[in-house]
């Protein structure tokens, strides 16, 4: 008991010869430590931030493949389905020989486009509509006085967007302006 009532009486000593010693020394140390302890906190603030940022990323990445994992599965299909609809088209209503093969044809589209759609699989079919190079490819140019320039006239083949995203583009034939007429001989002299 002694000992730590010695020890007590020793430990205040020992901190006021410090002090008085080295004051400068121990207010330079102490700057020092206090330069250490904010680069440390510095450090701990863009981990954390950095972490969160890679995790952010991460669930971004995996949210992107599971809307988009059918991609090339659905980029497969689009074919079938094409086939179906130039089928439907080629093959008269009227001809009561194909009747049932044509019914058959038509439940087997429906089916394929209900599929399709549950899967956020859409079709670009752009009759009509201004020429989108984001979502058509332009197969052709045709002049046409009926309607505006740049609008797509003809639908080779209908595209599709997976989620929003472009799976493929609708082949289009893209209307221009009329030529002028070019001047007569007579005109010109």
Do not use: C
Request: no cysteine; glycine share 4%.
């Amino acid at each position: 008991m002694a000992d730590e009532q010695n020890q007590d009486t020793q430990l205040p000593d020992v901190v006021a010869e410090a002090e008085a010693a080295g004051g400068d020394e121990m207010d330079a140390r102490i700057q020092v430590l206090e330069e250490e302890l904010a680069a440390a906190q510095d450090h701990t603030l863009r981990m954390a931030a950095d972490l969160q940022n890679v995790r952010r990323r991460a669930e971004h990445d995996v949210e992107k493949a599971h809307k988009f994992a059918l991609e090339k599965f659905a980029s497969d299909l689009l074919p079938v389905v094409d086939s179906l609809e130039r089928g439907l088209e080629l093959s008269s209503p009227d001809d009561t020989s194909i009747q049932a093969v044509r019914e058959g044809m038509e439940l087997t589209l429906k089916l394929f486009q209900d599929t399709l759609k549950r899967y956020q699989v859409e079709a670009v079919d752009p009759h009509g509509a201004p020429f989108d190079p984001e979502h058509h490819q332009a197969m052709a140019m045709q002049e046409s006085a009926e309607v505006e320039p740049n609008s797509v006239l003809k639908v080779f083949q209908k595209g599709y967007l997976l989620n929003g995203r472009l799976l493929r583009p609708a082949m289009v034939v893209v209307s221009k302006a009329p030529a002028a007429a070019s001047p007569s001989i007579d005109e010109q002299a």
